[in-house]
């Protein structure tokens, strides 16, 4: 037996990649984040060239193509406090990347999970003896859209043809979100039933279940999308809530009055000459409030 010169022996080292674990980040809708992002809209019905029309959004969705590079294929996303991570790599098994978006420039993340899981997960959400939320308005994930008529790219048509662009000319519905309906958004061809909403450090959480009863989703939307919430309760919790409010109210009040903010004791009530470096650097506006509270009684 000979032996073999390395060079002979390709030295193969495989890699695997990790397990996916649950929850997984499935789908994403962040703003467009290149300016000039395209996305094919339609052939041309004379040549069949591909159209092309500037995005309103980006969609990244595990398992298909990056939006920004196409080549890559998002293979994992994760959300965390300061954004959101995606793990993407090219078929050719050589190109990997890393993307990174912060918070402030997505409106929407979904995780999945199994219904198992799904479970355990809303069952944490409850507090008993709070109110719950049954309805809430959120602001539109996508642009509206309009007709504009663009001519057919291939220089040899030019064919004036009719295309559906994101405008912001007109006006947006706005999302509706109901406790025991539908899920308002169609992103994954999943038919899910709105189980649950609960509002989670700055973020809105959103449980559907999937109406095969097999997965159940959390979708993740900044709080800066919300519009309008709405709880709906019995008479007792009621009650005790707007006692709460009004106890909260007054506690405003005393923050609020000019003798408790250590910030107005910082006045120069003792220094009866204002010179020229006192005027510039005492700001006004402690003095000002008082004035305001002294004159209300006459
Ligand atoms: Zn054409």
Known sequence: MTMQTPSNVAPTKTLTI?????????????????????????????????ISAPVDRSVWVIDHPHPLVPELKIERA????????????????????????PTIRYLFAREAMPLEMFVEELASTVVPGLPVITRMITKAFFKARQSKTMNCPNPRCKMPISVSVPTDEIGEEPVVWMVGQAHPLPLSGMD????????VSGEIHIYSVSVDGNNGVRDRVPMNQLGLSEEGMGAEMFCTELEDAENDDEEDDEVDDP?????????????????????????????ATNGQQIQQPS
């Open 259 to 287: 003798s408790l903010d250590p910030g107005t004791q910082t006045a120069p009530v003792h220094d009866p000459i204002p010179d020229s470096d006192h005027v510039t650097a005492t700001p006004a506006t402690a003095p």
């Open 192 to 199: 899910l039933k709105v189980m649950r909403i609960v509002f």
């Open 18 to 50: 990790p397990e996916r674990r649950y929850p997984m980040v499935t789908h994403v809708i962040s703003e467009a984040l290149f300016p000039d992002m395209q996305s094919e809209v339609a052939n041309c019905p004379n040549c069949s060239a591909p």
């Open 78 to 101: 994760f959300v965390d406090d300061g954004g959101i991570e995606f793990y993407s790599f090219a078929s050719d098994g050589k190109t990997f990347a890393r993307h990174f978006i």
